[in-house]
């Protein structure tokens, strides 16, 4: 397991979001481009097998990378003032995500831990997991999409603090490069409460139950 501190990727975080809007080639050159890379695996892209493949090749990337197509602060800004006075931690653990590497364009798969101390808003609880989808359907590195989720929740909600726990396997490591499988990544980004107050943050981590209590607290 490895630990990277939020401090160092601060400043790499993505200040336009959703990107800003980029050249989209169309549909025809991106089938051609497929093409291309099948002809440079050393297939014949026109063989009966591999006929269609450009065509849901194109499609499963409008799936993989929907996330560009969503703001997820607009997903954040409904929220439920009336709480009754409700003042305490809200958790959502174990939710599965699939990522794709920027640097290899391969799946990144594995659990998110959101959560928040809220200051008089809260907000449903699938729109937390929507924000992770907003952000895990591009293209990304996990230190990054790890910050980009509790900011984004901070900003909107304004809570007294956000922590966001990621642990994922990285196609990229298992089967390609070190060919390292069973490995997991984990990365915490904590702001507020979570940072500042060492109880605060102790309490999420075994809420969520996964001894990173050592290496995160
Ligand atoms: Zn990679």
Redesign the pocket.
């Known amino acids: 397991m490895s630990k990277v501190s939020p401090s160092k990727f601060i400043a790499k975080v993505a200040t336009v979001d959703p990107p800003a809007n980029v050249d989209r080639p169309s549909r025809d050159q991106a089938e051609e481009a497929v093409r291309t890379l099948i002809r440079w695996a050393g297939d014949d892209p026109a063989r009966e097998g591999l006929r269609g493949t450009p065509e849901r090749v194109a499609r499963s990337y409008e799936e993989f990378f929907a996330g560009y197509e969503s703001d997820p602060r607009e997903i954040l800004k409904r929220t439920f003032e009336e709480v009754e006075g409700y003042d305490e931690m809200v958790v959502l653990k174990d939710i599965r995500f699939e990522s794709y590497?920027e640097?290899?364009m391969?799946p990144i798969i594995g659990q998110a831990h959101i959560a928040y101390l809220p200051n008089s808003r809260v907000v449903g609880i699938s729109k937390l997991a929507r924000v992770l989808d907003a952000y895990a359907k591009r293209l990304q590195i996990q230190e990054k999409m790890t910050a980009q989720i509790a900011k984004a929740i901070d900003e909107v909600l304004e809570p007294k603090g956000v922590a966001v726990v990621l642990e994922a396997a990285?196609q990229?490591m298992t089967t390609r490069g070190v060919h390292k499988p069973g490995v997991n990544m984990v990365t915490s980004h904590m702001m507020g409460a979570f940072r500042e107050d060492e109880a605060t943050r102790k309490e999420f981590l075994s809420i969520i139950n996964r001894g990173y209590g050592a290496v995160l607290a």
Do not use: A, D, Q
Request: aromatic residues 0%; hydrophobic residues 15%.
């Open positions: 590497c640097h290899h391969v990285h990229c």
